[in-house]
């Protein structure tokens, strides 16, 4: 990438590809710099320093993910909306595991508020609309599904499920079977059970 070339979008977009050959935690400001072949000097112009261009790389990935689940949610409600969203996740974390590591960033509340994750959970709670889920129910199902796409994911990537049968995408399949199920019978809360 020539000098001249570089803006903030550019260097957030190579710092993106950089996240997925080496990894999110891997990237700096010189590693950067090492890519583009300029001096990290050069960069400070254009991104404050390491932490602002991997907050810059998470709100790209976060970007990226909502426009896809977007697309894939539109028409589709119930079980077919939970698999796609499902999928766009494991899809995303599987083409791009960098920026999926990357959009797992913590973010200050400011950042978090004016970001795309905004719009994961809106897509989200309109998929639970299909469940009849009221507050706090919908809430826990929002944490709920979250944390199985992202637990499912992050141990798949990390090789969790090389070493066994059945295949990794029967588990998935049965998974979002399960979650499909426990959705539709959605326990009534149990007041003498909140340990």
Request: proline share 4%.
């Amino acid at each position: 990438m020539a000098r001249a070339g570089l803006t903030p979008e550019r260097l957030t977009r190579e710092g993106a590809k950089l996240a997925d050959e080496i990894g999110f935690d891997q990237v700096t400001a010189s590693a950067l710099a090492r890519r583009c072949d300029v001096r990290v000097a050069s960069l400070y112009s254009h991104v404050r320093n390491s932490r602002d261009l991997r907050t810059r790389i998470a709100l790209l990935a976060l970007e990226e993910m909502a426009d896809r689940a977007a697309d894939a949610l539109a028409g589709r409600s119930g079980k077919d909306a939970l698999v796609a969203l499902a999928n766009v996740y494991r899809d995303y974390a599987r083409e791009h595991p960098g920026r999926y590591a990357a959009a797992q960033l913590r973010l200050d509340p400011e950042t978090a508020a004016a970001s795309a994750g905004v719009r994961h959970a809106r897509m989200t709670r309109a998929l639970l609309r299909g469940y009849d889920l009221d507050e706090p129910d919908q809430t826990h199902a929002v944490r709920l599904l979250g944390s199985v796409f992202h637990g499912y994911v992050a141990t798949e990537l990390g090789g969790g499920f090389d070493h066994s049968e059945p295949d990794s995408q029967e588990s998935w399949s049965r998974t979002l079977d399960a979650l499909d199920h426990l959705l539709r019978t959605w326990p009534a809360p149990n007041e003498t059970n909140h340990g």
